[in-house]
């Protein structure tokens, strides 16, 4: 399934950095319209974060062929960790 190719960690090989897992697990997926970043999304301190992927297979299981799919992540700093310039620290 290509979704789970946009999660690669960067200990992986991929691009996502892995603190706590909050943004991996901030995906989101609709068939109704792109999942949009919320402000106040943001890693709890000292808290770690499991991806589910079962939350976008039903998202999945439940379209039909010609449904549009959606997906997105809707952490905080989601948006400058795909577009930003340079570096950033996750916030905590």
């Known amino acids: 399934m290509w979704v789970k190719e946009m999660q690669p ?3 992986e090989g991929g691009r996502m950095p892995f603190a706590a897992g ?3 697990q901030s995906l989101m997926a ?3 319209t792109m999942p949009s970043i919320h402000s106040g999304a ?3 301190e000292g808290r770690t974060y499991k991806f589910d992927f079962g939350i976008i297979e039903a998202v999945i299981a439940g379209a ?3 449904d549009d799919l959606y997906f997105g992540y809707t952490a905080a700093y989601a948006g400058h960790q795909e577009y930003g310039a340079k570096p950033m620290l996750i916030p905590t």
């Open 64 to 66: 039909s062929l010609e």
């Open 9 to 11: 960690l960067d200990i």
């Open 42 to 44: 943001k890693p709890v």
């Open 30 to 32: 609709s068939t109704a």
């Open 22 to 24: 909050f943004l991996q």
